[in-house]
């Protein structure tokens, strides 16, 4: 039969076998997981740093592109049976303010008009130093102040449009039938860095 000695350091022999990790063995396992953190914090640190880079971008180029069709096709007047759009392809003339005669940053487009009530109907579009804004009179109706076309005036906002450009590209003819518009922004991407784009396009006006 098994002495008692025998089966005393076989008891001790599976007590030892069950035993848990030793402390070294935990600060081991502590020390790599801590390392393997760390580098995964930064790899999704640099993800959505990249994505928010390319959200800013995505944003910054369809704003602008929304803009110069609001600018070709025209501006929402109105509403329901009512609604109108009124922009440099519907307009019958335009006016360039300012210093230059065929070029600014600031015109006046005028729609055709068969009624009275609409002789005065204008369609005004500016670049304010950092916006493109928009205002209009159709019959009575005005906007109270001055619309917001791009960008888009909230408070996080970080693009900025650094030049708005209307030239009348038949400058040799008495009016003007088409013009060139350029629009240039960048939207700030992080300190010191800008995404910038340039729009320049064509829009011939409806005339009459």
Not at 44 to 62: G, M, P, W, Y
Not at 72 to 88: A, D, R, T
Not at 177 to 204: H, N, P, W
Request: glycine share 8%.
């Amino acid at each position: 039969m098994e002495s008692i000695k025998g089966r005393q350091d076989k008891k001790m022999k599976l007590i030892r076998s069950q035993a848990g990790f030793t402390i070294t063995e935990l600060m081991v396992v502590i020390v790599i997981s801590g390392v393997l953190m760390a580098v995964a914090a930064t790899g999704f640190s640099a993800f959505f740093s990249k994505f928010a880079d390319l959200n800013q971008t995505i944003e910054l180029q369809r704003d602008a592109f929304n803009c110069m069709q609001t600018i070709k096709n025209g501006i929402p007047i109105g509403s329901g049976s009512n609604l109108i759009f009124s922009g440099i392809a519907t307009a019958d003339s335009v006016k360039f303010l300012g210093a230059g005669n065929n070029t600014s940053s600031n015109i006046m487009l005028y729609p055709p008009t068969t009624n009275i009530a609409h002789v005065s109907d204008y369609v005004r579009i500016f670049h304010d130093g950092r916006y493109v804004r928009a205002t209009y009179k159709n019959g009575t109706i005005q906007p109270p102040a001055p619309l917001y076309l791009f960008p888009k005036p909230t408070r996080n906002n970080k693009i900025y449009v650094t030049g708005l450009r209307f030239t009348k590209t038949n400058a040799g003819e008495a009016s003007t039938k088409v013009i060139t518009v350029e629009l240039d922004a960048r939207a700030l991407i992080r300190k010191g860095q800008y995404k910038t784009i340039s729009y320049k396009t064509k829009m011939a006006i409806a005339m009459k």
